[in-house]
């Protein structure tokens, strides 16, 4: 019996090491760029089977704050009154609320507006500083100076293309109350049905928010602010003297600053804000390629401090840490990498510049798969999401069924965006905003509730 057990195991040996062996090269890439991603992202299809399976914590707020609601605007006189309007017309008390206005740069109307519609208006001329980060900056010190006497609890920050649902305040207040510094909200769009790009957009910010901020908060760990529709305690603007976020995705610094000096963010998935997402490809390319080129400077700038935090932050922050640096990674970059190396081999093989003809069926069925498996995994989270929250996005079925299929073709656009942005320089270009609903119009919705 002993023997016969030795001589199995030595066969077994045997077969593994000539498996390994019969490896080439390219082999042992693409099955160390599978693992990576295998070992590293697999905790994210857990958010998923966790949003599906346990509600968020129903909050009650004890009393109402006062807060400062900014808006940062460049041009922006097209759709900015009806943000304004949307916040005026809270369910919410109005005297808790001010509304302030950084004119960024402005060349048309946009101020006079903001003010007939009830704005605190601040003009800032500076082709020196640009972005969103120096505008905030300018405006909250602003505030500090003139308004300290009014004492603000909490800052949100909207962008000027937004409307948000009437109840918003009410929400996000209740967050409030319970504790978080920070939070962000439900981002939706007021044009997920232009066409197969804004539906894109839609679906992945969507997506961002149910199936990974509802989990973090489920969870307990950090959510990460993307964009628009989120608080600031007036504790942390204090604690820095303003906004000291000013990399190209000031989001995502706040954010993975935040989680690294142990601030956790909180998420409000009954607070419901709508934006307008680009519907030309160039705007879309542009916008997108600014965002790629941000995330390459955050991990850039924080990637040590996220990988320390991983293994030496506080309790509950450890894993907080962990889930920034997967979510500021280039793994983007990684697939990139893995198409072109396969590709390369390919090519020269087949031009014999390496004699190793067995390589090019492996080279070419790595580039096919890396591909295929991406495209079928953005199928699933489109057609989950968009089956999820069917009720949610305001479209008409066929655009939401047509668009499930169009959004893995939207994802696969980043991976140019991706390569292009290692390279090139970016610059902050504006997207013009035109399209005007007010919350009145989208409250015809049914009431959104968490699931």
């Not at 045997?14 to 390994?20: C, G, K, S, V, W």
């Not at 950084?102 to 800032?124: K, P």
């Not at 983007?332 to 069926?361: G, K, P």
Request: hydrophobic share 45%; glycine share 4%; proline share 2%.
């Amino acid at each position: 019996m002993l023997a016969a057990a030795q001589a199995a195991h030595k066969e077994k040996a045997a077969l593994t090491y000539q498996f390994f062996s019969s490896m080439s090269i390219v082999d042992v890439f693409n099955v160390s760029v599978f693992l990576f991603f295998t070992i590293f992202y697999a905790y994210q299809l857990y958010y998923i089977f966790n949003v599906l399976t346990t509600k968020p914590r129903e909050l009650e707020a004890k009393r109402n704050h006062r807060y400062a609601a900014l808006i940062s605007a460049r041009n922006e006189s097209a759709v900015i009154a009806n943000l304004i309007h949307s916040i005026k017309s809270q369910n919410y008390p109005s005297e808790l609320i001010d509304v302030f206005v950084v004119a960024d740069n402005c060349t048309d109307n946009t101020a006079e507006i903001a003010e007939q519609a009830g704005a605190i208006v601040f003009r800032r001329f500076n082709d020196r500083l640009v972005g969103k980060g120096y505008a905030l900056d300018f405006c909250i010190k602003k505030i500090r100076a003139q308004y300290a006497n009014r004492g603000y609890e909490a800052y949100f920050v909207f962008d000027a293309d937004n409307v948000l649902d009437e109840n918003y305040f009410r929400e996000m207040n209740k967050t409030f109350d319970n504790g978080a510094l920070a939070s962000t909200s439900y981002r939706n769009s007021k044009n997920y049905g232009s066409n197969w790009i804004s539906a894109g957009y839609a679906t992945w910010f969507i997506r961002e928010a149910k199936f990974l901020s509802q989990a973090r908060l489920n969870l307990n760990t950090s959510c990460a602010i993307s964009g628009t529709g989120f608080y600031i305690s007036a504790q942390i603007i204090d604690k820095i003297g303003g906004w000291k976020w000013h990399l190209l995705t000031e989001d995502i610094e706040f954010s993975t600053s935040s989680i690294i000096d142990g601030v956790r963010i909180s998420y409000c998935p009954t607070a419901v804000l709508y934006d307008e997402q680009p519907i030309t490809f160039r705007d879309s390319w542009n916008q997108r390629f600014r965002w790629a080129k941000g995330f390459y400077q955050v991990f850039a700038n924080y990637v040590k401090g996220l990988a320390n935090g991983a293994f030496t932050q506080q309790k509950g922050y450890k894993f907080a840490c962990y889930d920034m640096l997967m979510t500021i990674s280039p793994a983007m970059l990684l697939t990139i990498i893995s198409v072109m190396f396969n590709a390369t081999i390919a090519v020269l093989c087949l031009t014999d510049v390496i004699s190793a003809r067995t390589m090019v069926a492996s080279s070419i069925s790595s580039i096919t798969f890396c591909l295929l498996s991406y495209t079928v995994y953005m199928f699933f989270l489109g057609a989950l999401t968009t089956i999820v929250e069917w009720n949610s996005i305001h479209s008409t079925t066929s655009k939401k069924i047509r668009y499930m299929f169009t959004f893995p073709l939207f994802m696969l656009t980043y991976i140019p965006i991706a390569l292009v942005a290692l390279v090139k320089k970016a610059e902050w270009k504006p997207i013009k905003h035109t399209i005007v609903v007010s919350a009145d119009e989208l409250a015809g919705a049914p009431q959104r509730k968490a699931a």
